[in-house]
C-alpha cells in the first residue's frame, strides 16, 4: 500500500505563494498520474490539478494560470506551487494516487490512495 505525506501547508495572505509537497512510497510511482484535491468546511472534496505519468497537467478551471503541478519521478514527489492565492483557496489540500497506473482522473473516486492533507489558510 502506498503512503502520501503532504507538506508545505500555512497562513499566506491574500496575493502570497505557498509550495505543497507531496512524497509517495514505493517503486513504481513514474507509473501513476498524481492528483490534488482540496476540501473547504462544509464542501465536497474537489479536483485541483492532475500530472500524469508522462508529465501532462490538467487543471480545474478556478486554479489554471495560478498553480502549477510539477513532479520528480528520482525522489518520488509531487509538488503543487500555488501564486496569487485568495480566500476562497481556504481548504485542506491533499495529494492522492489514482487505482489504477497509466489512468488519469479528476473525479475523486478513481482515486484509492490519499494523503492525510495539509491545511491551506489564506487571509483577505
Known amino acids: 500500500q502506498v503512503q502520501l505525506v503532504e507538506s508545505g501547508g500555512g497562513l499566506v495572505q491574500a496575493g502570497g505563494s505557498l509550495r505543497l509537497s507531496c512524497a509517495a512510497s514505493?517503486?513504481?510511482?513514474?507509473?501513476?498520474?498524481m492528483g490534488w484535491f482540496r476540501q473547504a468546511p462544509g464542501k465536497e472534496r474537489e479536483f485541483v490539478a492532475v500530472?500524469?505519468?508522462?508529465?501532462?497537467?490538467y487543471y480545474a478551471d478556478s486554479v489554471k494560470g495560478r498553480f502549477t503541478v510539477s513532479r520528480d519521478n528520482a525522489k518520488n514527489m509531487v509538488y503543487l506551487q500555488m501564486n496569487s492565492l485568495k480566500p476562497e483557496d481556504t481548504a485542506v489540500y491533499y495529494c492522492?494516487?489514482?487505482?489504477?497506473?497509466?489512468?488519469?482522473?479528476?473525479?475523486?473516486?478513481?482515486?484509492?490512495?490519499w494523503g492525510q492533507g495539509t491545511q491551506v489558510t489564506v487571509s483577505s
Open positions: 514505493g517503486r513504481t510511482f513514474s507509473s501513476y498520474a
Open positions: 500530472i500524469t505519468w508522462i508529465r501532462t497537467t
Open positions: 492522492a494516487r489514482p487505482l489504477s497506473t497509466y489512468y488519469s482522473s479528476s473525479y475523486p473516486r478513481d482515486f484509492g490512495s
